[in-house]
């Protein structure tokens, strides 16, 4: 268990509709980071978020959006959904390490999104 | 594609033997990452190394790193059924902090 939590668990949309998942930060880290995993494929980096500010961003167009919130706590959400985006998506928690990088993180067990 | 490089894509080996998987990327990174996923469900971070590092022991786990070559190995000693999963390796680049997963080494340990 990481302490990282996500909501909800599994989610069934439609094309065209919009989407928010949620995530809770292990208590004391200060970045998020969200992926977006298609079956049996590698994570992909959606985007990264430190101190409330996004920090790093995949390849992925501007319809996906996040927030992070000051307990760490932290949002994805997607507008106009596509087929495609039918995924496992995960958030993970971890700290901003001095040099640059982050350090180890913690995942949460996904929220598995099906759009129809 | 954004990702890493794993090799073997799916490796099958009987218990008590060793595996290893491999991992190439492309770009300076601050660190390499593997994980450990099961069924799908979220990864289990097992190992991290940095750019300045070579080698690193974590009780069954040895992880390499030749950033010369762009490239990290994962052993893990006297399999156990425990073991099967997919494993992945993450790294942090260096420009951008983008973190770059490979498609992962789906590892199937017989009984």
């Known amino acids: 268990e990481t302490g990282v939590t996500q909501s909800p668990t599994h989610l069934i949309k439609t094309r065209g509709q919009q989407v928010t998942l949620r995530c809770s930060s292990q208590s004391g880290h200060n970045t998020v980071s969200w992926y977006q995993q298609a079956l049996g494929q590698g994570p992909q980096f959606i985007f990264q978020y430190y101190r409330e500010e996004e920090n790093g961003r995949g390849n992925f167009p501007p319809r996906f959006s996040g927030l992070q919130f000051p307990n760490y706590s932290s949002e994805l959400n997607v507008n106009a959904l596509e087929l495609d985006d039918s995924a496992l998506y995960l958030c993970?928690?971890?700290?901003?390490?001095?040099?640059?990088?982050?350090?180890?993180?913690?995942f949460g067990p996904g929220t598995r999104l099906t759009v129809l | 594609s954004q990702q890493g490089e794993e090799d073997p894509q799916a490796l099958s080996i009987q218990e008590g033997e060793n595996a290893t998987m491999n991992c190439s990327y492309k770009?300076?990174?601050?660190?390499l990452q593997w994980y450990r996923q099961n069924s799908g469900r979220g990864l289990v971070h097992l190992i991290l190394i940095r750019s300045n590092e070579r080698e690193k022991h974590s009780g069954r786990l040895r992880v390499t790193l030749d950033t010369s070559k762009k490239s990290s190995s994962l052993l893990i000693t006297a399999s156990r059924a425990a073991d099967t999963a997919s494993y992945f390796c993450?790294?942090?680049?260096?420009?951008?902090?983008?973190?770059?997963f490979g498609k992962g080494t789906r590892l199937h340990i017989l009984p």
């Open positions: 993450a790294t942090g680049r260096l420009r951008d902090d983008k973190i770059i």
């Open positions: 770009t300076s990174i601050n660190n």
């Open positions: 993970a928690s971890s700290l901003r390490l001095a040099g640059g990088g982050v350090d180890e993180q913690f």
